[in-house]
């Protein structure tokens, strides 16, 4: 498992044996996070697994940028034939954003 802390983000990937492979991610998910994970999910993209698994359940904050982060690398991979999935923050303060925001239902399309 690769570990990286980056500010209050923690980011945890692990590949499985049959091909996929799970990005945990915990803390805050904002601008001041949103490049690094944008660019971890694009590396991980990049390998072309059969399925990326974004775990948003533990976030303890999330904005705009931190949408984007995730939707981003996500909708790219889905066109180069990976399969993506998200885990919907479930924090209150997380998930209240991400739904007052509009983007539930595309997080929800990325499943």
């Known amino acids: 498992m690769n570990t990286a802390t980056i500010s209050e983000l923690g980011v945890h990937t692990t590949d499985h044996a049959d091909g996929s492979v799970s990005v945990v991610v915990t803390g805050s998910l904002t601008v001041l996070t949103a490049a690094q994970l944008r660019r971890r999910l694009h590396a991980t993209a990049e390998q072309q697994p059969a399925t990326i698994h974004v775990d948003l359940t533990d976030l303890n904050s999330l904005d705009a940028a931190g949408i984007v982060a995730v939707t981003a690398p996500l909708l790219k991979a889905r066109r180069n034939g990976v399969r ?7 924090r209150p303060s997380a998930r209240d954003f991400a739904d007052q925001a509009g983007v539930l239902p595309l997080l929800n399309a990325l499943s």
Do not use: I, N, T
């Open 84 to 90: 993506a999935e998200v885990s919907l923050p479930v």
